[in-house]
T-cell receptor
Framework: KAGVTQTPRYLIKTRGQQVTLSCSPI?????VSWYQQTPGQGLQFLFE???????NKGNFPGRFSGRQFSNSRSEMNVSTLELGDSALYLC????????????FGSGTQLSVL | AQSVTQPDIHITVSEGASLELRCNYS??????LFWYVQSPGQGLQLLLK??????LVQGIKGFEAEFKRSQSSFNLRKPSVHWSDAAEYFC?????????????FGAGTILRVKS
């Protein structure tokens, strides 16, 4: 069974641009969560989707948004990029919520210049 | 609010030596606790988890962790470290929300293994 797939693997953008990251969960998983990882702030929860509905949201500005499609694939979007948005963005999927186990993808490394 | 503290940013151990990584948490209710490992440029892999029951939990790759409620700790241990264990280790507390779940992570401990 394929794992969580995140695309692209690396991304370079400039300040003010917007970016869309994609996450394909494990087949059959209906929950997708997003986390931001930076050297300064560590791993921080962005949001979680289940059955196309946002269930939970972390403390991030409105520039960060996401959505989930009927096939459970998810995208997150960051508008008006800032230098501080440079990070590894990790997606995790689970079969159900609440859950005992999150499966993480390898992440998308975003660099904002 | 929930929080997780990993007091050691870096730890270096010799191959074959024992390992203990410390984790302290703050959470009002019964916590769900996890240890994840991350190799450079990779995602997180679950080593083990504690939800309830036996306070000593076994995980993959020979790791174990002990939940001590009185000390609010969930330390990770391994009796004999292998060079391939070099990675960054994250302790996390899970918050069980009505419609979902999220993890609050510690800052991580980087493990170096010397031969």
């Amino acid at each position: 069974k394929a794992g969580v797939t995140q695309t692209p693997r690396y991304l370079i953008k400039t300040r003010g641009q917007q970016v869309t990251l994609s996450c394909s969960p494990i087949s059959g998983h209906r929950s997708v969560s997003w986390y931001q990882q930076t050297p300064g702030q560590g791993l921080q929860f962005l949001f979680e989707y289940f059955s196309e509905t946002q269930r939970n949201k972390g403390n991030f500005p409105g520039r960060f948004s996401g959505r989930q499609f009927s096939n459970s694939r998810s995208e997150m979007n960051v508008s008006t990029l800032e230098l501080g948005d440079s990070a590894l963005y990790l997606c995790a999927s689970s079969l159900r919520v609440p859950t005992e186990k999150l499966f993480f993808g390898s992440g998308t490394q975003l660099s904002v210049l | 609010a929930q929080s997780v503290t990993q007091p050691d940013i870096h730890i270096t151990v010799s191959e074959g030596a024992s390992l203990e990584l410390r984790c302290n948490y703050s959470y009002g209710a019964t916590p769900y606790l996890f240890w994840y490992v991350q190799s450079p440029g990779q995602g997180l892999q679950l080593l083990l988890k504690y939800f309830s029951g036996d306070t000593l939990v076994q995980g993959i790759k020979g790791f174990e962790a002990e939940f001590k409620r009185s000390q609010s700790s969930f330390n990770l241990r391994k009796p004999s470290v292998h060079w391939s264990d070099a990675a960054e280790y994250f302790c996390a507390v899970g918050t069980k929300m009505e419609y979902g779940n999220k993890l609050v992570f510690g800052a991580g401990t980087i493990l170096r293994v010397k031969s």
